[in-house]
């Protein structure tokens, strides 16, 4: 089974907050997703629907696959490195920010019939 693979890597959000999001669509038709990303008010649900665009584009683009049949056949946020600060406070001490990064990536295939 050939699959369609779109990845968004160091987005500026929180893995564990795009998981939650990320689960709503593991496993369903494309349509069904897109719904669902559109009516989820995260600020994850927007990275997550750009990502799976982009891989319904490679499939239909790519592997010339029947947009209708697409499946959403992986979906995983992986953690991409922390992004560091400094935050200057009393007596010349500083305190470390550390912002989280995540990786998107969202795997499309046609179900079988």
Same mark, same amino acid.
């Given at each position: 089974m050939?699959?369609?693979?779109?990845?968004?890597?160091?987005?500026? =959000? *929180?893995?564990?907050?795009?998981?939650?999001? &990320?689960?709503? &669509?593991?496993?369903? @038709?494309?349509?069904? $997703?897109?719904? &669902?990303?559109?009516? *989820? @008010?995260?600020?994850? $649900?927007?990275?997550?629907?750009?990502?799976?665009? *982009?891989?319904?584009?490679?499939?239909?683009?790519?592997?010339e =696959?029947?947009?209708?049949?697409?499946?959403?056949?992986? $979906?995983?946020?992986d953690?991409?490195?922390?992004?560091?600060?400094?935050? @200057?406070?009393?007596?010349?001490?500083?305190?470390? &920010?550390?912002?989280?990064? $995540?990786?998107?990536?969202?795997?499309?295939?046609?179900?079988?019939?």
């Open positions: 050939r699959e369609a693979v779109a990845r968004a890597r160091f987005v500026r =959000m *929180s893995p564990l907050k795009a998981r939650l999001v &990320i689960d709503e &669509i593991r496993g369903k @038709p494309v349509a069904e $997703a897109r719904r &669902i990303l559109a009516l *989820s @008010p995260q600020k994850a $649900a927007r990275v997550i629907r750009k990502v799976l665009d *982009s891989a319904v584009a490679n499939a239909q683009h790519n592997f =696959m029947d947009v209708d049949k697409l499946r959403v056949v992986r $979906a995983v946020v953690e991409g490195p922390r992004i560091k600060r400094l935050n @200057p406070r009393a007596f010349g001490r500083a305190d470390v &920010i550390r912002r989280a990064t $995540a990786h998107v990536t969202v795997a499309v295939a046609e179900k079988e019939e």
